[in-house]
């Protein structure tokens, strides 16, 4: 099991920039796939990024390519997700996941969600 707690979220301009990080307890941080997902007010819960176990491979939606980069530090047990040119439709609560499964990673081990509010 792993426990996992995201920070770096707030209130940001259009055409800025945040990085959220996502803490993770446990020794086995490594053996996990990792993603970021968020979720809009009234909205369902997406899919927004997904890292390999050793940060080799990733994957995003379409609608943040080239501005969204995720990344991980296992010797720190934590993954990363650089958002560069903020829009106003990026602003939701984005959450953490750690899932065995890299490919179409659902998440089976989630955090608390941090807020993201672009503001236009």
């Known amino acids: 099991q792993v426990q996992l707690v995201e920070s770096g979220g707030g209130l940001v301009q259009a055409g800025g920039s945040l990085r959220l990080s996502c803490a993770a307890s446990g020794r086995t941080f490594s053996s996990y796939a990792m993603g970021w997902f968020r979720q809009a007010p009234g909205k369902e819960r997406e899919f927004v990024a997904a890292i390999s176990w050793t940060g080799g491979s990733t994957y995003y939606t379409d609608s943040v390519k080239g501005r969204f980069t995720i990344s991980r530090d296992n010797a720190k047990n934590t993954v990363y997700l650089q958002m560069n040119s903020l829009k106003p439709e990026d602003t939701a609560v984005y959450y953490c996941?750690?899932?065995?499964?890299?490919?179409?990673?659902?998440?089976?081990?989630w955090g608390q969600g941090t807020q993201v509010t672009v503001s236009s």
């Open positions: 996941a750690a899932d065995h499964v890299y490919y179409d990673l659902k998440g089976v081990y």
